[in-house]
């Protein structure tokens, strides 16, 4: 709300100084009808101050563009950071085979920071994780079975976290979602009967 008060303050201030110099440039160009010298120098000051108005116009919207830019840059990261952190957690337990009341709340902590920075659809999967995960660590420890439950549910993750960070990318590409859901659930069934 602050910012399109203020934009609408400068919007407003912009008109007022446009005019007033348009103003005050078409009175010293009538006065000035005599000397042809004269009201070139008025012309050419007119057509320095569109000039100037125009480029600050210009590199203030390229200013704000180049500010979106990199905040969503650094969003990116962000998530990135948090779904490999979280990635790199569930294959620690499941490699330990064994989950301890120190993991529970590291993957709590996840929770909230995935709650922070996941796309809704992410969020959606991952609950249906943790109830594949909570039913399989009840006894605190892992069998083949059981890391076989989790890491298919991790699959699915994956494929929606996958949407989440390069979804746009893969949209623009040779291979539909489906195709790449597919392909990285495979992958990992594969990986696990290895």
Same mark, same amino acid.
């Given at each position: 709300? $602050? ?5 609408? =303050? !400068? =919007?407003? =201030?912009?008109? &007022?100084?446009? /005019?007033?110099? *348009?103003?005050?440039?078409? !009175?010293? *160009? @009538? ?10 120098? &008025? ?15 210009? =590199?203030? $919207? ?9 905040? +969503? ?9 948090? *779904? ?5 957690? #569930? ?17 709590? %902590?996840?929770?909230? $920071? ?7 659809? &992410?969020?959606?999967? !991952?609950?249906?994780?943790?109830? &594949? %995960?909570?039913?399989?660590? @009840? ?11 989790? +890491? ?7 494929? $929606? #976290?996958?949407?989440?960070? /390069? ?13 790449? +859901?597919?392909? /990285? ?6 990986? +696990?009967?290895?």
């Amino acid at each position: 709300m $602050k910012t399109v008060r203020e934009n609408l =303050l !400068y =919007l407003f =201030l912009t008109a &007022v100084v446009v /005019v007033g110099g *348009y103003a005050f440039l078409r !009175y010293s *160009y @009538r006065v000035m009808d005599q000397a042809p010298f004269t009201q070139e120098i &008025v012309l050419i000051i007119l057509g320095t101050v569109a000039t100037v108005l125009i480029t600050a116009m210009l =590199l203030n $919207k390229q200013t704000e563009v180049e500010l979106k830019k990199e905040q +969503s840059i650094k969003f990116i990261e962000l998530k990135s950071d948090i *779904y490999m952190d979280f990635i790199s957690h #569930i294959e620690q337990i499941i490699l330990e085979k064994s989950v301890t009341e120190e993991d529970h709340v590291r993957l709590q %902590f996840l929770t909230h $920071k995935l709650a922070m920075v996941a796309s809704p659809a &992410v969020l959606e999967q !991952y609950q249906q994780f943790l109830q &594949v %995960f909570n039913r399989s660590t @009840r006894d605190e420890s892992l069998d083949k079975q059981e890391g076989d439950a989790i +890491s298919s549910a991790l699959a699915l993750l994956t494929v $929606k #976290i996958r949407q989440d960070l /390069v979804g746009e990318l893969d949209a623009e590409g040779i291979y539909d979602m489906s195709t790449i +859901s597919r392909q /990285v659930i495979d992958n990992a069934r594969e990986s +696990s009967h290895g």
